[in-house]
């Protein structure tokens, strides 16, 4: 495989559920990042790995948690969303955050929350 | 409040016609710039980009054109083929202030008509 994957491609779940979002790149980047894209809204930057290491997280409630074991791969693990969670949620890498390189995005995940 | 805007939501144009997607910025310490392309059920791809010193860049078809006492960009593609049907979203980036972040409009779905 090549690029950025992310699975589940869909993704329904009910409000007390637990699930997680799975990206994995294969392009040897050093960055990688969780957005949202909701109807009608600009893909909103939830959060930012830099070498594995957390460095931003856009106040984005505690329901979402990102775990980034290495590299190569990030997870978004979810727990008691709400129905307006319901998005694309798209996984990004770039070869880091501060040089101007461009990210390269997964297909991302459609949540449906009910 | 926006920092970057795409007005038009949508745009048709006629096949081998000029398409131009406009975007427009209100930080005027945005340093990179970016245009990415949506199909359905896919990711954004990266298109192309233009850093802040410049004025012009061109990619085959797509030539990105850059006015920053105005704070518009916008995307030009010559001639358009119903293949370039899909979102296209522009983006900004401000080094300094948020760390090499992007931050996207909210996309201006382009269709070519055969």
């Known amino acids: 495989e090549t690029g950025v994957t992310q699975t589940p491609r869909h993704l329904v779940m009910g409000m007390t559920n637990k699930k997680s979002l799975k990206c994995e790149q294969h392009l040897g980047h050093n960055a990688m990042y969780w957005y949202k894209q909701s109807a009608k809204k600009p893909l909103e930057l939830m959060f930012v790995y830099s070498l594995e290491e957390r460095v931003e997280n856009n106040s984005v409630p505690s329901r979402f948690s990102p775990e980034c074991p290495n590299s190569s791969h990030l997870f978004l693990h979810l727990h008691t969303l709400q129905p307006e969670d319901s998005a694309l949620y798209l996984c990004?890498?770039?070869?880091?955050?501060?040089?101007?390189?461009?990210?390269?995005f997964g297909p991302g995940t459609r949540l449906t929350v009910t | 409040d926006q920092q970057v805007k795409q007005n038009s939501p949508s745009l048709s144009v006629q096949e081998g016609r000029i398409s131009i997607l406009n975007c427009d910025y209100t930080n005027s310490m945005f340093d990179y710039f970016l245009w990415y392309k949506k199909y359905p059920a896919e990711g954004p791809t990266f298109l192309i980009s233009?850093?802040?010193?410049?004025d012009k860049n061109e990619d085959g078809r797509f030539t990105v054109f850059l006015n920053k006492s105005a704070k518009h960009l916008s995307l030009h593609i010559v001639p358009s083929q119903p293949g370039d049907s899909a979102v296209y979203f522009c983006?900004?980036?401000?080094?300094?202030?948020?760390?090499?972040?992007?931050?996207f409009g909210k996309g201006t779905k382009l269709s070519v008509k055969p």
């Open positions: 233009i850093s802040s010193i410049k």
């Open positions: 990004a890498s770039s070869q880091d955050r501060l040089t101007l390189y461009e990210q390269y």
């Open positions: 983006a900004a980036r401000n080094y300094g202030g948020s760390q090499g972040n992007l931050i």
